[in-house]
């Protein structure tokens, strides 16, 4: 039996560039329905105190390395690594202390009145020198990030107040660079990032909050799969859990603005064995059987080494006899709404 843990990770507090204090976005994301969240302040680690469980949330406290470009998640490192080292240097560093880390926003474009470009420059660096045994995360789609990209002086408006209005998913480069690492070996997790900071504004009447954390929290989640339930006696090794199931792809993603996704499915079978997202089955002792059923009505697209392999509505069944790279994307009313990591097949 697997267990469902829907979680929210890029995460800003007033320690950086956000606006709202730990115990404020503890209590957004505790009714937001969330079980666990990784908070990634701007190159510090000073809110680490607030680590551990609160309530039926476990907390993480991690870092953003950020540069002019090039920002880089880096997970499980207890001291910050200088933001002033070339990207292939800093993300060495995270993985020699013993982390691991993410990607952010790679394929930014557009500079604008909300933000400037932070794309990740050079994608020849996609993790550590010695990649062997190392995975690396790609935030595949990062909704302020998408948001911003999309806005201009005649619509911010009417976006601001329909911010769905505002978003396109994952860009095509980068699912693409995401799909390519994985067909080449390199493996890479893809995940949704919210990047809140619950701006706030000033205007005639007083002090409005854009995108406040209570409502990003119902936007992208991702859900962990796990084959135990977090440990709710000890934080530490509930991290781990949190630490390992992302690191090993097992978890998928959602916009939740276009339906909860905590009854997604998607495995591959044969006769009595089950092997699920992030696992790595083999086809030498016969076929597979890939099963999908998103929870809801929405078109389901089975994407085998970055091509659409199969469609169906809400389920899936498809029989594979071939190793390869094969995940799940969903759209919900021609809006992109869920992406699993891949089922590793050789």
């Avoid at 993410?102 to 470009?117: G, L, M, T, V, Y």
């Avoid at 994952?170 to 693409?176: G, I, K, N, Q, S």
């Avoid at 205007?203 to 909050?209: L, N």
């Avoid at 994307?329 to 097949?345: C, D, K, Q, S």
Wanted: some cysteine; proline content about 5%.
């Amino acid at each position: 039996m697997m267990h469902i843990y829907p979680g929210a990770l890029h995460i800003h507090t007033h320690h950086s560039d956000g606006t709202g204090s730990f115990p404020e976005v503890i209590a957004a994301a505790r009714a937001a329905g969330l079980r666990w969240i990784i908070v990634t302040d701007h190159d510090t680690l000073v809110g680490r105190s607030f680590a551990g469980w609160h309530d039926d949330l476990l907390v993480i406290v991690d870092y953003e390395i950020t540069p002019d470009r090039n920002h880089f998640l880096a997970l499980n490192v207890d001291q910050v690594v200088d933001n002033a080292l070339a990207p292939q240097d800093f993300v060495d560093e995270v993985y020699q202390r013993g982390g691991f880390g993410i990607i952010a926003h790679p394929d930014e474009q557009i500079r604008n009145s909300f933000k400037d470009i932070y794309r990740w420059d050079d994608w020849a660096i996609d993790g550590p020198r010695q990649r062997d045994g190392h995975t690396v995360g790609l935030e595949l789609w990062n909704l302020m990030s998408d948001w911003g990209e999309h806005l201009t002086q005649r619509n911010k408006v009417l976006n601001v107040f329909i911010p769905r209005l505002g978003l396109s998913g994952p860009t095509p480069a980068t699912l693409h660079w995401w799909d390519r690492l994985n067909m080449h070996g390199r493996r890479t997790f893809g995940v949704g990032g919210v990047d809140v900071h619950a701006f706030k504004h000033r205007v005639p009447w007083g002090t409005i909050e854009v995108f406040p954390y209570r409502w990003m929290f119902g936007t992208l989640t991702n859900y962990l799969l796990l084959d135990t339930p977090l440990a709710a006696s000890n934080a530490q090794q509930a991290t781990q859990q949190v630490y390992t199931a992302l690191a090993g792809g097992h978890s998928y993603f959602a916009n939740r603005l276009d339906g909860e996704a905590d009854a997604a499915l998607f495995y591959a079978t044969r006769d009595d064995q089950r092997w699920n997202i992030g696992d790595s089955p083999t086809v030498a002792a016969g076929p597979l059987t890939l099963v999908a059923d998103v929870g809801r009505r929405a078109l389901v697209q089975l994407i085998y080494n970055g091509r659409i392999l199969a469609r169906g509505k809400r389920t899936l069944c498809q029989q594979v006899n071939a190793p390869g790279i094969y995940r799940l994307e969903a759209y919900h009313g021609g809006r992109p709404w869920l992406y699993t990591n891949p089922i590793f097949i050789h």
